[in-house]
């Protein structure tokens, strides 16, 4: 760092938190990464699954969606910032049970905004919340898929990821994996417009989903049928035996001397050997006493810390909001309104409401009256807060 100020390279370690020698404020990695990646494997996986991603962007937004042939690759944090736009929409969905690591997504702001507008029915939607909530889900549908096929192969008991959480920010400021890791890359078409949507694994889970697909398969890893010889040590023994033959074209003069050589450095080493004593011999020939390590369990216990972690702001107060409905007026209309004035809202008659805990959706419901007061009844739970109720 420069005397008085600093570059715009320590400020993206900054706000990515990358140790800059030191500087306060860094963030520890999260996962470690890796180069070990089978990708033939997961370009399989991922063309498995496009045409059911497509599917779920279609049934989520009601728009025709379509998604081109995927792209696996190594990368690093460099090479994906120097693929994404400067602002984005970043959904992190950690692998939590099964795999541990870290699941990004990133989309244009362009993209959120069309998925957004076919949703709501919105010309030109802003990123707000809302926008991000809707956004968490359809990634959340994706994510989902990608579950049940990786289970498919009964590797992975109780995979699950968290609860997507979706923010909108410049590039430099997402959390990236650390180290190598496994871009997907899917070409997107909706509503007839060129779209991307970037997923970046962390290399463990990677190697991880490689594992559960069978893939990763090395001839390295692969038996040897010559007696656990690898085939180096084999050459190494062959190259010893094609020695031989010039020895056996030298005279047996020329053999006769080394070999007496050899005859008086063997005497000489006789008698070193009879004057060292009996009971250095012994503690030669007595083999040493070797015990096995015992390593502690290592394996993540979730559960425990979870629940009590919770049990601590069980008694916190949150805001619930039912919402009747939304509409858009001019500032003229608002200002135009008066007693009696009528306002129309985009929920029809009978239509479920909106059940919100701090202004994010979580359920719908049916008002009903209770002694001469409004209420509330819950008549379906979003997916997402199952995923929560699962964590807890």
């Not at 050997?273 to 007595?286: E, L, R, V």
Request: net charge negative; glycine share 10%.
């Amino acid at each position: 760092m420069s005397e008085g100020s600093i570059s715009q390279e320590e400020i993206d370690a900054l706000l990515s938190g990358v140790d800059m020698g030191g500087l306060s404020g860094a963030v520890p990695a999260t996962s470690a990464g890796s180069t070990n990646i089978d990708v033939p494997t997961l370009e399989k996986f991922t063309s498995g699954i496009k045409d059911r991603l497509a599917e779920n962007l279609k049934n989520f937004t009601s728009g025709e969606a379509s998604i081109g042939t995927p792209v696996v690759e190594i990368s690093d944090r460099d090479q994906l910032l120097a693929k994404i736009p400067e602002i984005v929409v970043a959904v992190m969905a950690d692998y939590s049970t099964g795999l541990n690591g870290d699941h990004l997504f990133v989309l244009s702001n362009e993209f959120a905004q069309k998925i957004v507008s076919l949703v709501n029915k919105e010309e030109e939607p802003t990123i707000d919340d809302m926008a991000l909530s809707l956004i968490s889900e359809a990634i959340n549908m994706h994510s989902s898929t990608e579950i049940d096929e990786l289970a498919k192969s009964g590797k992975l008991p109780g995979l699950a990821t968290g609860v997507p959480e979706a923010v909108n920010q410049p590039k430099a400021m997402i959390r990236i994996p650390q180290g190598k890791f496994a871009l997907f890359t899917f070409p997107i078409t909706l509503e007839g417009q060129p779209y991307t949507l970037w997923e970046a694994v962390s290399g463990p889970v990677a190697e991880g989903m490689v594992n559960a697909l069978g893939g990763g398969q090395s001839a390295q890893s692969a038996p040897n049928p010559m007696g656990g010889f690898s085939a180096q040590p084999m050459q190494n023994m062959t190259g010893g035996m094609q020695m031989q033959q010039p020895m056996q074209g030298m005279g047996m003069g020329m053999m006769q001397q080394p070999v007496q050589n050899m005859g008086m450095g063997m005497g000489m080493m006789q008698q070193p050997m009879q004057n060292m004593g009996m009971g250095m011999m012994q503690q030669m020939q007595t083999p040493p006493n070797v015990q096995s390590l015992s390593y502690p369990n290592l394996a993540p216990t979730m559960t425990t810390p979870e629940q009590g972690n919770i049990g601590l702001i069980m008694d916190v107060y949150m805001e619930v909001t039912v919402e009747l409905g939304r509409c858009k007026k001019t500032i003229k209309e608002i200002l135009g309104m008066g007693e009696g004035t009528i306002i129309e809202l985009d929920k029809l008659a009978g239509e479920p409401v909106d059940i919100l805990v701090n202004h994010k959706a979580i359920a719908k419901g049916e008002v009903v009256v209770i002694d001469e007061n409004f209420g509330v009844r819950v008549t379906e739970i979003l997916p997402s807060i199952e995923h929560v109720t699962q964590q807890m």
